[in-house]
């Protein structure tokens, strides 16, 4: 069983930042896929960002250039930095991870077997 909390999220300003964390559980974090997806009032979960276990990355096409997806083995711990906030970035972020995938950058969420409760981040205009 592996658990998955959110941290970082809150209220910024357009243009802004913020750097989100998902902590983990579990003895073999490095072997995971990671992800971050979001949801916003009224829409559909939809991908954000992911990392392989080698540290391949992908980055929804609304994001590149501006988030960072990272992971910390060593904390057990996966990170999204977000720069150049824009209104439309406003959702809950969640993160996820997939223990039989490993080697694998995995964009649709229903891949994933385990979540996190979420983190609201807010940007004003």
């Known amino acids: 069983q592996v658990q998955l909390v959110e941290s970082g999220g809150g209220l910024v300003q357009a243009g802004g930042s913020l750097r989100l964390s998902c902590a983990a559980s579990?003895?073999?974090?490095?072997?995971?896929?990671l992800g971050w997806f979001r949801q916003a009032p009224g829409k559909e979960r939809e991908f954000v960002s992911a990392i392989s276990s080698s540290g391949h990355t992908d980055y929804a096409e609304s994001v590149a250039g501006r988030f960072t997806i990272s992971r910390d083995n060593a904390r057990k711990t996966e990170y999204l930095q977000m720069n150049s906030l824009k209104p439309e970035d406003t959702a809950v972020y969640y993160c996820a991870a997939d223990t039989r995938h490993t080697m694998l950058v995995i964009t649709t969420p229903t891949v994933y077997d385990y979540w996190g409760q979420g983190t609201q981040v807010t940007v004003s205009s």
């Open positions: 579990g003895r073999t974090f490095s072997n995971y896929a």
